[in-house]
């Protein structure tokens, strides 16, 4: 089992002059999931080398028994610190492909050529994907094979509009998770704020904020396990 995890690379929030990037959480707690399964996990980041992290996921508050065994985790490090290039691969040779969050993803990997291109083949492969928190924003341009919306009719959820009201970022992101996937077409479902909540639609697993990624992670080992 090998699984392709894509980081952004997106280090600016907005016009605010702080700091942005991926959500070290959502890396971590996917990350043993896929490894204590015994999977292979390769980093990929529109950029490469070191993603940028979001300085306030690493606040204290904000850290969690997987936060730490990944920093404390000399190859998992090794490994973040040279990310491969998005543009250089593809999802041949993997088994799935999972998208953390962090606001860094909705400038970067939302537009990137290379990252719909994975997402449509990836699926179109009959490979499961999964997101998580503001991961499912980048899938606002990608397109089933018929040339609509791939979120189309699908049940999807991601970062709620109330989570984004209360970190204070509604009016800085370039647009709000929910509203997009709602936008184009999704059937949209939430939990409760911060809670776990993962949705699963055939082989598109979305999760809604950073409790949901470990779930989400262990949804999609388990739709590995049961092909």
């Not at 077409?185 to 949705?199: I, M, R, S």
Request: aromatic share 8%; hydrophobic share 40%.
């Amino acid at each position: 089992m090998k699984i392709l995890m894509v980081l952004t690379s997106h280090d600016r929030l907005g016009d605010t002059g702080r700091k942005t990037g991926f959500w070290l959480e959502e890396l971590a707690a996917p990350y043993y999931v896929f490894k204590d399964a015994g999977a292979e996990v390769a980093l990929v980041s529109p950029e490469g080398g070191r993603p940028p992290l979001d300085p306030k996921s690493a606040e204290p508050s904000f850290q969690t028994d997987a936060t730490h065994r990944f920093e404390a985790d000399a190859a998992a490090m090794a490994m973040l610190a040279e990310t491969g290039r998005l543009d250089a691969v593809g999802h041949e040779g993997f088994d799935a492909v999972f998208y953390p969050g962090g606001h860094g993803p909705l400038w970067d990997l939302a537009v990137d050529p290379a990252s719909i291109r994975l997402i449509e083949a990836t699926l179109g492969a009959g490979k499961p994907l999964a997101l998580v928190c503001h991961a499912p924003g980048v899938l606002r341009h990608a397109k089933a094979a018929d040339g609509r919306p791939l979120v189309e009719g699908r049940h999807v959820t991601g970062f709620t509009n109330t989570e984004e009201e209360a970190v204070g970022l509604t009016q800085v992101v370039p647009f709000l998770v929910e509203d997009e996937l709602k936008r184009n077409g999704g059937l949209y479902a939430k939990g409760a704020d911060w809670g776990p909540f993962v949705v699963t639609d055939g082989l598109l697993i979305t999760g809604q904020n950073p409790a949901s990624s470990g779930p989400a992670a262990e949804r999609l080992v388990a739709h590995l396990a049961n092909r």
